[in-house]
């Protein structure tokens, strides 16, 4: 079964470097593929997850937060299209951040972040491990879909842009 790993916090000013086409190299026997620089690999060939983390952590000079989850879940989230009925406008970006746990109670959504009309992340909904989320990008402050999510859910996420879902989703079809 393949398997999608999302590495958090890496490759990010210039803390936590690596160069994802070496690490794929290294793991060559799992038919393994970068998806950009924010560590986003999909492994094609089977091996365990807990292997699959200590062979990644193995091989990196630092001690990432991993998230591997099966293909399936990304292939199933990506064809169910669920940023298609959301009318946010033309300068909002779908984003998906990945849990690094199921949360254990649902929290109410929508969250809003700032909690107001001029929001800059909206996270709408959460299916599983992944909460879906808009961005806007204003003038002034930052936010960023990730850290509103793991101050909501407590838990360590990684996001990617729904693009990057996409073309996840796409290997592994």
């Not at 060939?45 to 001690?63: C, H, N, T, V, Y």
């Not at 299916?127 to 808009?134: D, K, M, N, Q, V």
């Not at 909501?152 to 079809?173: G, I, Q, Y």
Request: glycine share 6%.
């Amino acid at each position: 079964m393949a398997s999608v790993v999302f590495l958090r916090g890496v490759n990010v000013g210039g803390r936590k470097t690596f160069k994802p086409a070496e690490l794929c190299r290294a793991l060559n026997e799992w038919d393994v593929v970068n998806i950009g620089a924010a560590g986003t690999f999909v492994v094609r060939a089977s091996i365990a997850a807990a292997a699959l983390k200590a062979e990644i952590l193995r091989r990196l000079p630092f001690d990432p937060e991993v998230m591997i989850c099966p293909g399936r879940e990304i292939v199933r989230l990506v064809g169910d299209n669920p940023f298609e009925k959301l009318k946010a406008g033309d300068d909002a970006k779908p984003f998906v951040t990945v849990l690094a746990k199921r949360p254990r109670t649902s929290r109410d959504l929508p969250v809003r972040q700032p909690d107001n009309d001029d929001w800059q992340v909206h996270v709408v909904a959460v299916t599983g491990r992944y909460a879906l989320s808009l961005h806007r990008r204003q003038t002034g402050t930052l936010i960023y879909p990730n850290e509103v999510v793991e101050k909501h859910f407590h838990t360590p996420a990684t996001t990617r842009s729904w693009n990057t879902m996409e073309a996840v989703c796409k290997l592994l079809t």
